[in-house]
């Protein structure tokens, strides 16, 4: 159980990251002004930006920012799962 928990926070660390380069690289051929520098403190801003941009162009949300909340509600939610428990061999003395 635990590994899969494991295996599961691994893969939203994975896809949080990707989905947040791609949607910095989106904005800035866009024309918008975003620093990768503050990516972090910033990303719900830019992912707020995107989601319009996206909107105004195609009429539709874009995926990246749905794979990008999932991402990121997956990963908040297995921290506060009470069985996520690391396993001893991970657990650095």
Not at 25 to 34: A, M, P, Q, R, W
Not at 42 to 71: C, D, H, Q, V
Not at 78 to 88: A, D, N, V
């Amino acid at each position: 159980m635990a590994t899969t928990l494991i295996i599961i926070a691994a893969t939203s660390v994975v896809l949080y990251v990707v989905s947040t380069i791609l949607i910095y690289d989106y904005l800035s051929k866009s024309g918008e002004k975003v620093s990768f520098l503050w990516i972090r403190l910033f990303m719900i801003k830019n992912a707020s930006r995107y989601k319009k941009l996206t909107r105004e162009k195609t009429g539709k949300t874009g995926y990246l920012y749905y794979i990008w909340i999932a991402s990121n509600k997956s990963g908040i939610d297995l921290l506060h799962t009470p069985c996520f428990q690391i396993p001893e061999f991970v657990k650095l003395v």
